[in-house]
């Protein structure tokens, strides 16, 4: 025999793919090249391709594979087949020669009494066209040689489980040609501290901008398998390095309310977390950073996507990276195609939980119990269970929609579900009781990182846009965001930024309670102390709950666009909105006519609601010094006078946001027919203007926006409102200053975004929805003819925003 049977992972036989398979290879990798970037991976040894033929020719196990083989290709039962090559591996002894030589390699690791895990590496496994989650066995907490030795024979015959039988064949792969490596590394005591998964995109969207951690107490089976509801961070992947930055996005706390640890006997077990550890971050903001960094390096040094586990020991605190894998779903999406769903009616909630990729689908309930009904499941079903692992997969193929009880998004059921395009909405908690088998259902999974299960089929769209046909726009088309939990699905969207973000979406959407209210907790009355408890998750620094909020909504949506501007508008509720939030009715005034009452840039300065804005400027403030993302500009909403110009900015300055600092840009809005009038001025005091065409078209006519009876009456259209906007665009121009437009206008009315275009406008920012619709029409504008582009007119436009390059050129 010319090949060794053991290689060791720090030997350059241990990066060789043929010979250890893809899941050892890049452990030996990073123990080789990545160790110097500061990368801890435990040492190992690994069984070669060729110790596993030996094992086979000794056994004469190649004849009984293939006549089994032959045997399912006839039409016999799966289980049937894969039983007996199982049974013939179990009654198979390992060759005299590799027997020596594991005891060697593992007495060389400590011997009896050294814990080591024992994985399987298929020299199919892992690489970028062939994946699929846990195809082969692992066996933890190894203490011996007789377990060791157990464990590789157990290895050997999980290349023939049911689903590793079927996988292969659905994909064409020969089983003969499938060989095992079994790799054995020294345990990482993670039972006693915490261990996860992390992708290094965002497994949902694949946007690629991110670093993505799961992470939950105890062995890293309860995470991978789904069994836990983990805890999820969300790391700003151009910042990871910056000393001076700490760019986590977002923070999930997971409920975690089981662990798997070490067996007393040997192997593991799971046991129920202790109150403490369910209310505790299984890592600190430290440990993120560096798993992040980890993540990074591992990516650039493979040039592609990685699928990484890691784990924490508890005894002495250090990272380790366990595996390392390519990621193969999002990878595989054509850049070129995007399919947008949309429900065209609502209905009632019945279940909620981790939305898993971006589809709807309808149809009736399918609850199982176990993959061994699968009799029961009728295609194109929606499969309702627990939890899922590797013997679902065959049910899993034929859903049309998958929900759990448990799970995360790099849990078995995510995972599985994105790699065969079905949507699926894990961690539930509740619904294998909440519906009823044969039940009529709708699964959303379109609206943001909340998946919800609604009663009966629902109507909806589906739209395939082909992002390829879009026509290049010296106009620059940016998007409207709302909903922070769904930006990253909007990032292959060649759109030139978001020229509107809504502060007060954020607080009525996912805070609920009103500024104030947690400010002056104590002011309020037992029942709604209570309510702010509940939508607080009984936060005591309440200030700071709000702070964190906005910062991460904020950030999610600038992430997804950088380096494009991202134009974030401070909050403008109308009183009678305010009122409705939790707490609100106490610190707002009825008001006969909210729509122009105490609202905007009037509350910022005042001093009944002063240290509601400073709250909003501290979240502004660390999304653009603490995570880097200077991207972000921020625009003043209903600005009356000079004067009120000068006191907001003011105020922004106390608050640490002082124009010009950081490269800050301040914008206003136009909506009032004072920013017409004196747009010169205004122009002195903001770096731009962005058009709200309601209401400036509600108070140029005096018509009520909302009025019925006038509804004839409001028109964009009309000449005094063309000519205010005309105006606005040739003196902001002569300024040096930018102009766009954020309504809905240019989206319903074709015509509308000719004459915007025709004006002069450098911007307009739709719904995404509606992106594909205005870019075209734009680019028609442009076409015709004796337009000149205003760049053209004004070349040396000081206040330009950087051109930048839309994400998804940017991220290439």
């Known amino acids: 025999m010319t090949q060794s049977r053991i290689v060791w992972l720090t030997d350059a036989a241990g990066t060789d793919l043929a010979a250890v398979g893809g899941k050892n290879a890049s452990l030996g990798v990073m123990l080789r090249e990545l160790t110097a970037a500061g990368i801890k991976v435990p040492e190992g040894f690994a069984t070669t391709s060729a110790a596993y033929r030996e094992y086979l020719d000794a056994a004469g196990l190649g004849p009984v594979i293939a006549r089994q083989i032959r045997r399912y290709r006839g039409r016999a039962e799966l289980a049937s087949v894969g039983t007996a090559i199982r049974d013939a591996f179990g009654a198979a002894e390992l060759p005299a020669g590799l027997v020596a030589e594991l005891t060697t390699a593992y007495q060389q690791l400590g011997g009896d009494g050294t814990e080591v895990a024992v994985r399987s590496s298929a020299t199919a496994e892992d690489l970028p066209d062939a994946s699929f989650a846990g195809q082969q066995e692992t066996f933890l907490n190894v203490r011996n040689l007789a377990e060791l030795l157990d464990a590789c024979r157990r290895c050997y015959a999980s290349l023939f489980t049911d689903r590793a039988i079927s996988y292969r064949e659905e994909r064409g792969f020969d089983h003969a040609a499938v060989a095992l490596s079994i790799g054995v590394q020294r345990m990482v005591r993670s039972d006693l501290g915490s261990s996860g998964v992390m992708f290094t995109l965002d497994s949902d969207s694949g946007f690629p901008g991110v670093v993505q951690i799961s992470a939950a107490w105890g062995l890293g089976e309860s995470v991978v398998s789904g069994q836990v509801d983990p805890d999820e961070y969300l790391v700003f992947k151009p910042k990871i390095l910056w000393d001076d930055l700490r760019p986590i996005l977002s923070r999930r706390l997971g409920s975690k309310e089981i662990k798997v640890v070490y067996g007393s006997g040997g192997g593991t077990t799971t046991v129920a977390t202790s109150p403490d550890e369910r209310g505790r971050p299984a890592l600190d903001d430290d440990d993120v950073l560096r798993l992040a960094r980890w993540g990074l390096a591992v990516e650039n040094h493979y040039g592609r996507p990685m699928d990484i586990e890691w784990a924490k020991d508890g005894r002495t605190g250090e990272l380790f990276l366990v595996q390392a894998r390519p990621e193969t779903v999002q990878t595989r999406r054509e850049a070129a195609a995007l399919r947008s769903y949309r429900l065209k009616e609502t209905g009632r909630e019945l279940v909620t939980g981790l939305a898993v990729g971006e589809a709807i689908a309808d149809g009736r309930v399918c609850l199982l119990d176990s993959p061994a009904d699968i009799g029961r499941f009728v295609d194109g079903s929606i499969l309702v269970t627990r939890i899922t692992d590797p013997d679902w997969e065959p049910i899993m193929r034929r859903a049309a929609a998958i929900v759990t009880d448990h799970g995360g998004r790099t ?21 294998t009781t909440d519906l009823r088998d044969g039940q009529h259902i709708t699964v959303s999974c379109a609206q943001g990182e909340r998946g919800i299960v609604y009663e009966g089929e629902l109507e909806y769209d589906v739209t395939d846009l082909d992002l390829g046909s879009l026509p290049q726009t010296r106009t620059k088309v940016m998007l409207n965001l709302a909903d922070p939990a769904a930006a990253f699905r909007w990032w292959r969207l060649p759109a030139d930024g978001v020229g509107l973000v809504r502060i007060e979406f954020v607080v009525s959407n996912h805070i609920k309670v009103h500024p104030m209210a947690l400010i002056h907790y104590d002011t309020l009355d037992a029942d709604e102390q209570r309510e702010v408890d509940a939508a607080t998750g009984g936060a005591v620094d309440r200030e700071a709950y709000l702070v964190d909020r906005l910062t991460e909504g904020i950030a999610r949506i600038a992430a997804s666009r950088w380096p494009d501007p991202v134009i974030v508008r401070t909050s403008d509720f109308k009183t009678n909105e305010y009122a409705r939030l939790i707490g609100g009715s106490r610190f707002e005034p009825a008001e006969e006519n909210p729509m122009i009452g105490w609202r905007g840039a009037s509350r910022y300065y005042s001093p009944g609601y002063r240290e509601g804005f400073a709250l909003e400027c501290r979240a502004l403030r660390k999304v653009r010094d603490e995570l880097g993302l200077t991207n972000v500009v921020v625009m003043i909403p209903f600005c009356r006078t000079l004067g009120e110009a000068h006191r907001v900015l003011g105020v922004m300055a106390d608050e640490g946001l002082r124009r010009g600092d950081n490269g800050l840009q301040v914008y206003v809005m136009a909506e009032i027919p004072a920013n017409i009038i004196l747009a010169d001025e205004f122009a002195e005091r903001f770096d731009g203007f962005s058009i709200g065409s ?32 005309e105006h606005l665009i040739r003196t902001a121009h002569r300024e040096g200053r930018k102009v766009g437009l954020c309504g809905q206008r240019p989206s319903d009315d074709p015509g509308f975004a000719t004459f915007l275009v025709h004006a002069g406008i450098d911007s307009v920012s739709v719904t995404p929805d509606s992106f594909f619709a205005v870019k075209t029409n734009v680019a028609e504008a442009e076409r015709s003819d004796g337009f000149v582009h205003p760049r053209d007119e004004f070349p040396g436009d000081p206040a330009a925003l950087s051109e930048g390059r839309h994400p998804a050129r940017y991220w290439g």
């Not at 849990?411 to 619904?431: M, N, Q, Y």
């Open 411 to 431: 849990s078995h059921a995510a995972i599985v579900s994105r790699e065969l395009g079905v949507p699926a909405i894990v961690g539930t908690a509740s619904a």
């Open 694 to 725: 309601n209401d400036l078209t509600q108070l140029t006519l005096g018509v009520d926006r909302d009025s019925e009876t006038l509804a004839a009456l409001f028109n964009e259209r009309d000449p005094a409102v063309a000519r205010s906007i």
